[in-house]
């Protein structure tokens, strides 16, 4: 039911940054983690990073000191800040909220943005 909403892609040069972001139609306090996910052409989805109600954050090797993810609980609004960009971050970027019980709560996917590195 909840929807999930990503912005903020785009084209941006290598070093640079951006940030995305995923505006819930619910409250996230629903949720036990809230994630971005991406995929390059080709590839599988994989986890960028995560963070859950408690606000403890997990982050992929790839990403770990160059990729924060935060929360705004009074916009409903997760957000990704992406800094020192490589040009193998470019994929399609997915907002997920999962939370349990998963027959009521469960697993929610956003539509993506596209995040393309490039000189």
């Known amino acids: 039911q909840v929807q999930l909403v990503e912005s903020g892609g785009g084209l941006v040069q290598p070093g640079g940054s951006l940030r995305l972001s995923c505006a819930a139609s619910?409250?996230?306090?629903?949720?036990?983690?809230m994630a971005w996910y991406r995929q390059a052409p080709g590839k599988q989805r994989e986890l960028v990073a995560s963070?859950?109600?408690?606000?403890?954050?997990n982050y992929a090797d790839s990403v770990k000191g160059r990729f924060t993810i935060s929360r705004d609980n009074a916009k409903n609004t997760v957000y990704l800040q992406m800094n020192s960009l490589k040009p193998e971050d470019t994929a399609v970027y997915y907002c997920n909220a999962k939370g349990w019980p998963i027959a009521t709560i469960g697993e929610h996917w956003g539509q993506g943005t596209q995040v393309t590195v490039s000189s």
């Open positions: 619910e409250s996230i306090f629903r949720f036990n983690v």
């Open positions: 963070i859950t109600s408690g606000s403890s954050t």
